[in-house]
């Protein structure tokens, strides 16, 4: 058909036209007076349609107690990664500046029941892992996870190179977390072998409520699931053995290990008959396993201490909000060859009750 346009009103058997001199389909269909341009959709001789090339549901899910396992993967036809781009100019092929993209999505559910517990993926092509991104540790069941990988492969050959960014969000959000312990009337002295020395307060008998921070009035202390800030108040009533004996009341972390200056303080009883009242409350940083205690010092002598009444309470006070982490790197790749593009997962402090799982993998190429 000759590469002319018509105004005719009458529709033409074929409506376009293939201009190979010029790489051009364009359309001749009637055009009205005084229309100067033409849609045409402009062609190359090594141009590779851009689209969908793998859309897998396939379900796949890696235990905590696994190796490095493969959740998706897909191998790249050879010749699909760029020849769009063979030097310097605008005519020819080289009207392309930029060589071809791939651009990944994958997304899943996982779940951690081990404090210490979290999962690596890895974006890899071939046996090269371009990026390595981790979720925080902690307790979660079946959040979401997604994940977002591009590459632009801006140089082809043997010694190719690819422009690469992967980014992963993590569905790390939890509620609010507290717990409390507390006991009511006790009659059993905290003993007190040497003067200025802490001893734990070992007489919590009830479990508080309790979301996310564990209780446990068996070896008298809370412990934390989360990374965080936490608010932390004591309310303490007690009574001396001996009259006029000063003691200090501060809040440690993992059986004493560490005690918290901003969570303490002290008083005295006149008479071993008096009851006096102490309360701490403050903000710590605490770690997933730690523990939360309450310990007492007697600052003047050796005399005993009633604590009758004492309440323990931790709350989470930090953004717990979803946190995404993105990685971008240069990396070499050989465009000669098939290349596989991978998702991999690796657990790390992990059981046989974590787990994550992939539930889709979109592969696009981009030209």
């Not at 060589?99 to 690596?120: E, Q």
């Not at 079946?142 to 010694?159: C, M």
């Not at 710590?284 to 050796?302: K, Y």
């Not at 997962?345 to 993998?361: K, L, Y």
Request: aromatic share 10%; glycine share 8%.
């Amino acid at each position: 058909m000759p590469d002319t346009e018509t105004n005719s009103l009458v529709p033409e058997i074929n409506p376009f036209i293939i201009d190979r001199f010029n790489r051009k389909i364009r359309n001749i269909v009637t055009v009205r007076p005084n229309v100067t341009s033409y849609p045409f959709l402009k062609l190359s001789e090594d141009f590779l349609v851009s689209g969908v090339l793998e859309c897998d549901a396939t379900v796949t899910t890696v235990a905590g107690d696994a190796g490095e396992t493969t959740l998706a993967s897909y191998t790249i036809p050879l010749s699909t990664i760029s020849r769009n781009y063979g030097g310097t100019g605008t005519s020819g092929k080289d009207f392309r500046k930029a060589g071809n993209a791939f651009r990944i999505f994958a997304s899943g559910l996982y779940t951690t029941d081990d404090v210490a517990a979290n999962v690596s993926l890895k974006f890899k092509v071939g046996s090269n892992a371009f990026h390595t991104i981790t979720s925080t540790a902690g307790i979660v069941t079946n959040r979401s996870w997604f994940a977002q990988w591009l590459i632009i492969v801006p140089t082809v050959g043997t010694s190719g190179t690819a422009e690469s960014n992967a980014y992963v969000l993590f569905d790390n959000f939890t509620r609010t977390q507290y717990g409390n312990i507390y006991v009511l009337g006790n009659t059993s002295a905290t003993a007190i072998a040497a003067q200025n020395t802490w001893y734990q307060f070992t007489q919590f008998n009830i479990n508080g409520v309790s979301d996310g921070i564990t209780p446990d009035h068996t070896t008298d202390d809370l412990t934390i699931a989360e990374h965080g800030n936490y608010q932390i108040s004591c309310s303490i009533s007690f009574s001396p053995e001996i009259t006029g004996d000063t003691f200090e009341f501060q809040i440690f972390k993992n059986n004493g290990a560490t005690g918290f200056t901003n969570l303490h303080s002290e008083d005295k009883a006149l008479n071993s008959n008096d009851v006096s009242s102490v309360t701490l409350i403050g903000l710590a940083h605490f770690d997933p396993g730690d523990t939360v205690e309450l310990w007492v010092r007697n600052l003047t002598g050796t005399g005993d201490i009633t604590i009758k009444d004492c309440s323990l309470t931790v709350l989470s006070v930090s953004d717990k909000g979803v946190k995404p982490s993105s990685t971008t790197s240069t990396q070499s790749i050989d465009t000669t060859v098939n290349q596989t593009l991978s998702l991999t997962a690796t657990w790390f402090s992990g059981s046989s009750g974590d787990s994550i799982s992939i539930r889709q993998f979109l592969v696009e190429l981009i030209n």
